[in-house]
């Protein structure tokens, strides 16, 4: 049973209700899953002003905890197509990690939330990479692997490159229950695949 750590960063709930999916899913496909959260920088009189939602009862990752695990599932929302000052603050806490790579093999999937359709999903994902490359982790894609990524019936997050969601300039649009199925679908994906590659190391 591999242990997977699902790690977020979410300022107003998007990415914690897509993130409840993909431990369904990794909890589903068999693994023994950890919730952590990202540290916030921003101030409480900033996060007020922004209307942001109060941060979930998770810990706080720490660089040191990485090495306790099988894989990662990152979440995030989207900044300008790539991961938000927060995320990248943690990740660059992680030198020392980098030094002995001691996350090398390790396979690390991402979800993402944006506010529109065209605001940056993948390229948010493709602008994480070398982070992960740097590290020698396995980056696991979502493929094709959901019916509904060919659903254009409406507008639906995510991607071959993971699930995601479309929240709206103002955050009024809250995850959709086919992107929820996608996140899901990933969660269990990336579980098994976990599994077959904790085995072999």
Do not use: C
């Not at 993130?19 to 952590?36: H, P, Q, T």
């Not at 040191?64 to 300008?80: C, V």
């Not at 086919?178 to 996140?183: D, F, Q």
């Amino acid at each position: 049973m591999p242990k997977i750590f699902v790690i977020t960063y979410s300022t107003f709930g998007h990415i914690n209700k897509v993130a409840e999916s993909i431990v369904k899913g990794l909890s589903k496909g068999g693994a023994d899953v950890k919730r952590f959260q990202i540290a916030e920088t921003l101030s409480e009189e900033i996060l007020t002003k922004m209307h942001a939602a109060p941060k979930p009862d998770f810990p706080v990752i720490k660089a040191s905890d990485l090495p306790e695990a099988d894989g990662y599932m990152f979440g995030f929302p989207t900044r300008y197509g790539t991961a938000p000052a927060q995320v990248k603050t943690f990740l660059d806490s992680t030198g020392q990690l980098w030094v002995k790579q001691a996350l090398s093999g390790k396979p690390a999937g991402v979800f993402f939330s944006t506010a529109s359709q065209h605001g940056g999903q993948e390229a948010t994902v493709m602008t994480t990479l070398p982070i992960l490359a740097h590290h020698g982790m396995i980056y696991v894609p979502f493929g094709y692997s959901h019916p509904h990524l060919h659903d254009n019936s409406e507008v639906i997050g995510g991607s071959p490159w993971g699930a995601g969601t479309v929240a709206n300039g103002d955050g009024s649009r809250q995850p959709s229950q086919k992107e929820l199925e996608i996140a899901e679908a990933q969660g269990e994906q990336f579980a098994k695949i976990a599994a077959k590659l904790s085995a072999k190391i």
